[in-house]
């Protein structure tokens, strides 16, 4: 069995969590909260930080450098993370379901993740060049295969 089969996620080294990660860029998307609705939305309006390409942050290690409100997701505020896509590998696991079968920890790269359209890739714009959030809201991101 997996590591992500065997040890919760409490439990889980700061190694395996970062590899839990799939790398989809999802979480980097700016993100709108209706105010009198509460309701989510998602934009293709990425960080400045984001490749759109490699679905990677181009200063991981030091991008609160650059983006001092940039979420740390952690196994403490898993839960409280509402905002993060039902795909995404934590909030899978939190919830108790499985890595999807497009996880790079299942199909051994992002490839699959990418074919299935479960990442970023090719679909962004960069936050800065966008001049009304409400303008770029998506669906896509709510996406969820498995």
Same mark, same amino acid.
């Given at each position: 069995?997996?590591?992500?089969?065997?040890?919760? &996620?409490?439990?889980?080294?700061?190694?395996?969590?970062?590899?839990?990660?799939?790398? +989809?860029?999802? +979480?980097?998307?700016?993100?709108?909260?209706?105010?009198?609705?509460?309701?989510?939305?998602?934009?293709?309006?990425?960080?400045?930080?984001?490749?759109?390409?490699?679905?990677? +942050?181009?200063?991981?290690?030091?991008?609160?450098?650059?983006?001092?409100?940039?979420?740390?997701?952690?196994?403490?505020?898993?839960?409280?993370?509402?905002?993060?896509?039902?795909? +995404?590998?934590?909030?899978?696991?939190?919830?108790?379901?499985?890595l999807a079968s497009w996880h790079p920890l299942?199909?051994?790269?992002?490839?699959?993740?990418?074919?299935?359209?479960?990442?970023?890739?090719?679909?962004?714009?960069?936050?800065?060049?966008?001049?009304? &959030?409400?303008?770029?809201?998506?669906?896509?991101?709510?996406?969820?295969?498995?």
């Amino acid at each position: 069995m997996s590591f992500w089969e065997t040890t919760s &996620l409490k439990d889980m080294t700061t190694e395996q969590w970062e590899l839990l990660c799939d790398g +989809c860029g999802k +979480c980097c998307l700016n993100k709108i909260i209706d105010d009198e609705t509460d309701e989510l939305y998602y934009t293709n309006a990425a960080c400045h930080l984001l490749d759109d390409q490699s679905c990677e +942050c181009r200063h991981y290690d030091d991008r609160f450098k650059y983006v001092p409100e940039c979420t740390v997701i952690t196994q403490e505020n898993i839960a409280s993370l509402t905002w993060l896509p039902d795909s +995404c590998a934590y909030r899978r696991l939190y919830s108790g379901r499985k890595l999807a079968s497009w996880h790079p920890l299942i199909a051994g790269s992002k490839a699959l993740m990418h074919q299935n359209g479960m990442s970023v890739k090719d679909k962004t714009v960069n936050e800065n060049k966008v001049r009304y &959030l409400e303008d770029n809201i998506v669906l896509w991101p709510l996406q969820d295969i498995e």
